[in-house]
Nanobody, 125 residues
Framework: QVQLVESGGGLVQAGNSLRLSCAAS????????MGWFRQAPGKEREFVAT????????YYADSVKGRFTISRDNAKNMVYLQMNSLRPEDTTVYYC??????????????????WGQGTQVTVSS
C-alpha cells in the first residue's frame, strides 16, 4: 500500500502563488506516474497535471498550462505543484494521486491507484 499526504494549501489573493506538496510513504517504490487533480463540490474530479516516474514527461490541463508546474523528487518520495498567477476559479480541493503502471502517464482519475485526502486552495479576488 501507498499513502499520499498533501500539504501547502491555503488562502491567497488572485495573482499570487502557492506550492502544493505530496509525500508518498508505505511502498513508494511501487508507484510511477503521479498527478494532481481538483474537485469542486458537486463536480467530477478534474485533471490538473501529471508527471512520469522519471520526471521526464509532464502533461497539463489547458486551464493551468503556463501557470502551474508539476515536479517530483524521487529521492524524497515527493511530488510538487507550483501554482502561479492564481485565479478565483482555481479555488477548490486539490488531490495528489499515484499509479503503479510503468507504462502510462494517465490523465484520467480512474487510472490512478492511490489518492491523498486533499488540500483546500482558496483564491480571493
Amino acid at each position: 500500500q501507498v499513502q499520499l499526504v498533501e500539504s501547502g494549501g491555503g488562502l491567497v489573493q488572485a495573482g499570487n502563488s502557492l506550492r502544493l506538496s505530496c509525500a508518498a510513504s508505505g511502498r513508494p517504490f511501487s508507484i510511477n506516474a503521479m498527478g494532481w487533480f481538483r474537485q469542486a463540490p458537486g463536480k467530477e474530479r478534474e485533471f490538473v497535471a501529471t508527471i512520469s516516474g522519471s520526471g521526464g514527461s509532464t502533461y497539463y490541463a489547458d486551464s493551468v498550462k503556463g501557470r502551474f508546474t508539476i515536479s517530483r523528487d524521487n529521492a524524497k518520495n515527493m511530488v510538487y505543484l507550483q501554482m502561479n498567477s492564481l485565479r478565483p476559479e482555481d479555488t477548490t480541493v486539490y488531490y495528489c494521486a499515484a499509479e503503479r503502471s510503468p507504462y502510462t502517464v494517465p490523465r484520467r482519475a480512474y487510472d490512478y491507484d492511490y489518492w491523498g485526502q486533499g488540500t483546500q486552495v482558496t483564491v480571493s479576488s
